[in-house]
T-cell receptor, first 115, second 117 residues
């Protein structure tokens, strides 16, 4: 139980384009979803916290207009990297919390490469 | 300050050796959760254990064991008889409840474990 699906697992896009990453809770309702960014050989850094039906709360230093987060339902949150640049290349991973989920369950991550 | 420290950046052991991964945390909260995750090369985070601040009982799960000591703010992880498949980056994390009701999750910098055949 408590499975989180993240899609796509990897994406390559051209500089200036936008990329959408989906995070879904498959067997539980995720009241809260978290988005993290991980640079190579580094730890996970929390980007933002989203609660279903409300605006996301962004961590200091994370551009809201650059990383758009939508949590429209209890099972889906999306992260859109707008006007992507090579420095946005990173591993993005989401986690979800909800009634019945044990601890924090993570998606499998999305490796974004901007060329 | 709220912080998780994993002082060991990288550890190499030979298969069948025991290895302990250290984790030291800082928080003034009395209620918190501690986690260990495994991140293999594929990138996904595999949940290993969650421990709440009121439960100092050590836990064993197969070859894995955890030692939680509030007196030293440590939550160490031991792998007994390590195997090549244990090679991965291991993250310790601290979860704190925010005033908004959500949780803040703080990761350590990770320890890269290499188990050599």
């Amino acid at each position: 139980g408590a499975v989180v699906s993240q899609h796509p697992s990897w994406v390559i896009c051209k500089s200036g384009t936008s990329v959408k990453i989906e995070c879904r809770s498959l067997d539980f309702q995720a009241t809260t979803m978290f988005w993290y960014r991980q640079f190579p050989k580094q730890s996970l850094m929390l980007m933002a916290t989203s609660n279903e039906g409300s605006k996301a709360t962004y961590e200091q230093g994370v551009e809201k207009d650059k990383f758009l987060i939508n949590h429209a339902s209890l099972t889906l949150s999306t992260l859109t990297v707008t006007s992507a640049h090579p420095e946005d290349s990173s591993f993005y991973i989401c986690s979800a919390v909800g009634a019945g989920s044990y601890g924090y369950t993570f998606g499998s991550g999305t490796r974004l490469t901007v060329v | 300050a709220q912080k998780v420290t994993q002082a060991q950046t990288e550890i190499s052991v030979v298969e069948k050796e025991d290895v302990t991964l250290d984790c030291v945390y800082e928080t003034r909260d009395t209620t918190y959760y501690l986690f260990w995750y495994k991140q293999p090369p594929s990138g996904e985070l595999v949940f290993l254990i969650r421990r709440n601040s009121f439960d100092e009982q050590n836990e064993i799960s197969g070859r894995y064991s955890w030692n939680f000591q509030k007196s030293t703010s440590s939550f160490n992880f031991t792998i007994t008889a390590s195997q090549v498949v244990d090679s991965a980056v291991y993250f310790c994390a601290l979860s704190l409840r925010k005033t908004s009701g959500t949780y803040k999750y703080i990761f350590g910098t990770g320890t890269r474990l290499k188990v050599l055949a």
